[in-house]
């Protein structure tokens, strides 16, 4: 349909030109003419102009931010019921009868209800307890997708579900320090980030809005349909969650292919949500206390395993907590080999009353990450540690907000200092092979390794390490060469390495940029300078700064100077050649080569390329393993006759080939 092309090309404009304009201004150099911008500028401001719709993220309207004391409340005019669910294909069958279905999404978020009136935006408010919720309005106009303006003009109100994707989760998680709060979820940080006070936290947060029922739009006529319904949606600019109409006799397929979808989907789902198309029909069974009769939901059917618990391991990390993490005999679930799950908290295991040898269930939560479903035997047997296992320090329990947790009360524990020095050897830091948590634990114990430099002194060492179990000369000779090989390193590797709060991968390359990369000038920088550097802001620049101010740091810092020697990008004295000098790189779907995208981006850059968010005609190549893919960077790579290449390919040229 032509209107669905016109959106599809106003939410590519807005994020092409928003790249644009962030290179423009944070950039180290522009990836587009002035002209070039004004020319796509002017069409998408043609294209909302003939749509009657705004988008969130378009350039033409900026929305200010807003910080509240506090969320106000509201009634819904109608109750927001949850939905009555199963997981037996059968009972969802039955359900469906000789009816024609929606099957969608049960995206996992935050339900959130939008108004428009008059084609604009007038409120948003989250489902709450059902009967009442929050006022999140001025959160809703910087989600990243949702419209502000739509060219329907009557009252219009709708239900969707607010959500940030496992890219996003984990590129948030990433910026954030070892020393803070990480999200557990997509589901928790979405939620959290809805419903903060501060709209400008939302929009860093890249919340994006999915409709799933139209409540009201008076003066339409939908012929009976919530297809037609769904469509009228996507008229109007939103994104609708996607659906499949389908029938009893066609369940089984509709239903394999969510399956099969759901394993790369990009979006938390917890299942999906069967709705009759038939809207009188649906209406006319009513609800429940609890349930409309017209939708039900069908979770995925998680694959359990019964199997023995062997011991419980007590997990000390860095910032003192100690977690208890269930060992158990292996089991095979959804085609892997499973022994480990955490219990993630005591209160968590005093609810499972878990005791060495109970038999117990365990499946893998939305197929992926395992957990304990249940507990056969409960013989409530397994005791808390009384000291921390490895330093023998006191413990004692925290509890938050009824949430019981372990910690270890020694500031000197070697644990918080093996989760340190574990993260400044991984590959994103100091990249030296052949110390695995296990190993610096032995070398923490036996008083060789205090502070970072140490690492590079352990040469030192060499007889002690060579008879010490699990090592041996093959292995300390090994680990001898990947520490010299480690000495040479760049500046972000070392940032992210010393485990600054805030200071994630990403956040290190960017500080790094900032600043030259000079490693003098970051350490001397004002809070203020600090902020400016693209991903920082004020709270994270504060931490920077304070972080170089203590005296501890700095004579470690200036201790670990004179090990190593820090490399700026062309300066390398292994090579000045960069193959990918002055070509711009767009990455899209899945990777294979790489372990995930950011590793793709750091071998492009360190090739001197650049690594851009959209497809422009200053693009030189999209990077894709299915090149027939019809995403919009394909649509735009192909239509601005930018090459696309598999990975293979791009390995292939950064060899010169």
């Known amino acids: 349909m032509a209107e669905t092309k016109d959106r599809e090309r106003m939410r590519e404009l807005a994020e092409i030109l928003d790249a644009a304009s962030r290179a423009y201004y944070n950039g180290p150099e522009e990836i587009m003419s002035n002209k070039d911008y004004d020319r796509l500028y002017e069409e998408l401001e043609a ?279 269930a060992v158990f005999e292996p089991v095979q679930l959804e085609g892997t080999t499973v022994s480990r799950a955490s219990v993630h908290n005591i209160s968590i295991m005093r609810s499972l009353k878990l005791g060495i040898g109970d038999t117990i269930t365990v499946f893998k939560a939305n197929m992926i990450i395992p957990q304990i479903a249940e507990n056969l035997t409960c013989s409530d047997n397994v005791k808390i540690p009384e000291k921390c296992p490895v330093c023998g320090g006191r413990v004692s329990i925290h509890d938050a907000l009824g949430v019981q947790t372990l910690y270890c009360e020694n500031p000197d524990c070697a644990a918080k200092k093996i989760k340190r020095f574990t993260q400044f050897v991984s590959r994103d830091a100091m990249n030296i092979d052949g110390l695995s948590e296990m190993t610096l634990e032995k070398l923490i114990g036996r008083g060789f390794i205090h502070f970072f430099g140490d690492l590079f002194r352990l040469g030192q060492h060499r007889a002690d390490i060579i008879e010490m179990e699990g090592l041996g000369k093959k292995s300390q000779a090994n680990l001898e060469a990947s520490i010299e090989k480690a000495r040479d390193t760049t500046l972000p590797r070392l940032l992210f390495g010393l485990g600054i709060p805030g200071i994630g991968v990403a956040n290190a390359r960017g500080l790094s940029k900032a600043f030259d990369f000079d490693l003098d000038l970051i350490r001397n920088a004002s809070e203020e300078a600090l902020a400016e550097a693209e991903g920082v802001g004020g709270i994270m620049a504060a ?87 019809s995403s919009s960077k394909n649509r735009s790579a192909l239509k601005l006759g930018v090459p696309i290449l598999t990975e293979d390919q791009f390995l292939e040229l950064l060899k010169g080939g």
């Open 47 to 325: 294209l909302e102009k003939k749509t009657g719709t705004v988008l969130t993220v378009s350039p033409t309207h900026k929305v200010g931010y807003e910080v509240l004391d506090e969320l106000p409340k509201e009634a819904h005019a109608s109750a927001q019921l949850s939905l009555d669910k199963t997981k037996d294909r059968e009972v969802l069958r039955a359900f469906i009868g000789d009816q024609k279905t929606l099957i969608s999404w049960k995206l996992d978020g935050l339900t959130v209800v939008l108004t428009y009136e008059a084609g604009k935006l007038q409120k948003a408010v989250t489902r709450g307890n059902g009967l009442i919720g929050e006022v999140v309005t001025g959160n809703a106009r910087v989600f990243k997708n949702i419209p502000l303006e739509i060219p329907y003009q009557g009252q219009l109100s709708l239900r969707g579900e607010a959500v940030i994707s496992y890219e996003d989760f984990e590129k948030i998680n990433e910026s954030l320090g070892e020393n803070e709060v990480h999200y557990k979820n997509p589901r928790n940080l979405c939620a959290g980030s809805v419903r903060q006070l501060n709209n400008e936290i939302t929009a860093k947060r890249n919340v994006r809005f999915f409709a799933f029922a139209l409540v009201s739009a008076e003066g339409v006529d939908f012929k009976n349909s919530r297809m037609e319904q769904f469509n009228f949606l996507e008229e109007q600019g939103f994104e609708v969650v996607e659906h499949v109409l389908t029938s009893r006799e066609n369940l089984d397929q509709t239903l394999s292919y969510f399956e099969d979808k759901v394993q790369h989907y990009p979006i938390p789902s917890d299942g999906l949500v069967a709705l009759y198309d038939d809207i009188a029909y649906g209406e006319s069974l009513g609800s429940t206390a609890k349930f409309p009769r017209n939708a039900f939901a069908f979770k995925w059917k998680d694959e359990e395993a019964e199997t023995k618990l062997l011991q419980i391991e007590w997990s000390p990390s860095r910032t003192g907590l100690i977690n208890p993490v």
């Open 543 to 629: 931490q920077i700064s304070q972080w170089f101010a203590d005296q501890k740091n700095k004579e470690e810092l200036d201790d670990l100077l004179t090990e190593i020697r820090l490399e700026k990008p062309g300066d390398s004295g292994k090579s000045t050649e960069k193959i990918l000098e002055g070509k711009i790189f767009v990455i899209t779907g899945d990777v294979h080569q790489f372990r995930n995208r950011r590793e793709l981006k750091a071998a492009i850059e360190e090739a001197g390329g650049k690594v851009t968010g959209s497809v422009s005609s200053k693009t030189s190549y999209l990077i894709n393993n299915d090149a027939q893919s």
